[in-house]
Antibody
Framework: QVQLQESGPGLVKPSQTLSLTCSVSGDSIGSGGHGWTWIRQHPGKGLEWIGYIHSTGTTYYNPSLKSRLTISIDTSKNQFSLRLNSLTAADTAVYYC????????????WGQGTLVTVSS | DIQMTQSPSSLSASVGDRVTITCRSSQTVTTYLNWYQQKPGKPPKLLIY???SLQIGVPSRFSGTGSGTDFTLTILGLQPEDFATYYC?????????FGQGTRLDI
C-alpha cells in the first residue's frame, strides 16, 4: 500500500525558508512510474498546486511561487522535498504531498498534510 | 492560467438524492479533468480521473462526464458519507488549477 508522509516544522518565522520532506513507502520514486506533487490549502480555503517533480529531474512550478520555490528528489531515500523561501503570512497553509500519474496527472495517493504557520 | 469554476458553491441535499456538480474551464482541457472529495481535516480523495474514469475503490454511484470546457460530477443515491467538499482539477496545462470547491451539506 502506497503511503506518503510529510515532515517539517510547524512554525516558521517570516522571511525564513520552509523545508518540507515527503517520505514515500509502497512505491519507488526512482522507478519513474509516477510523478510527485506538492499542493497546499490555506485555512478554510481551496487547493493550490505548488509544483511537480519526476525522477528524471523534470519539474514544473506554479509561476506564482516559482521565484521562491525549489522541489527536489532523493531516490536513495525515497523522498522528495520542497523549499520555499522568503515566507510571509500568506504562506500559512496545510501542505500536502501526493503521488501523481504520469499521463493524466491525477493525484491518487496523498499524505495527511502538515500545517505550516508563518508567524513571528 | 486556466480558470476552473464550479457551481454551485454549496448545496444542501438529502440521503438518497441525486446530485450534480458542474465544473467549467476557461479554455479547453479536453478530458484532463479530475474530481476529488475532501472531508474536514483530511486530504482530498480521488474520485474520477480523465473526466469519466472511476478510481479503483470508489463506489459506482459516483460518475463523471464531459469534455472540452464543461464537466459534471453526479452522485446517484447520496449516502451519509458523501457529505463533503468536492473539487475539480484540470491537468491539461501548468499551472494545474482547481475549482473553488462545492460544499455538499445535509
Amino acid at each position: 500500500q502506497v503511503q506518503l508522509q510529510e515532515s517539517g516544522p510547524g512554525l516558521v518565522k517570516p522571511s525564513q525558508t520552509l523545508s518540507l520532506t515527503c517520505s514515500v513507502s509502497g512505491d519507488s520514486i526512482g522507478s519513474g512510474g509516477h510523478g510527485w506533487t506538492w499542493i497546499r490549502q490555506h485555512p478554510g480555503k481551496g487547493l493550490e498546486w505548488i509544483g511537480y517533480i519526476h525522477s528524471t529531474g523534470t519539474t514544473y512550478y506554479n509561476p506564482s511561487l516559482k521565484s521562491r520555490l525549489t522541489i527536489s528528489i532523493d531516490t536513495s531515500k525515497n523522498q522528495f522535498s520542497l523549499r520555499l523561501n522568503s515566507l510571509t503570512a500568506a504562506d500559512t497553509a496545510v501542505y500536502y504531498c501526493a503521488r501523481t500519474s504520469v499521463g493524466y496527472a491525477y493525484a491518487d495517493y496523498w499524505g495527511q498534510g502538515t500545517l505550516v504557520t508563518v508567524s513571528s | 492560467d486556466i480558470q476552473m469554476t464550479q457551481s454551485p458553491s454549496s448545496l444542501s441535499a438529502s440521503v438518497g438524492d441525486r446530485v450534480t456538480i458542474t465544473c467549467r474551464s476557461s479554455q479547453t482541457v479536453t478530458t484532463y479533468l479530475n474530481w476529488y472529495q475532501q472531508k474536514p481535516g483530511k486530504p482530498p480523495k480521488l474520485l474520477i480521473y480523465a473526466a469519466s474514469s472511476l478510481q479503483i475503490g470508489v463506489p459506482s454511484r459516483f460518475s463523471g462526464t464531459g469534455s472540452g470546457t464543461d464537466f459534471t460530477l453526479t452522485i446517484l443515491g447520496l449516502q451519509p458519507e458523501d457529505f463533503a467538499t468536492y473539487y475539480c482539477q484540470q491537468t491539461y496545462s501548468t499551472p494545474v488549477t482547481f475549482g473553488q470547491g462545492t460544499r455538499l451539506d445535509i
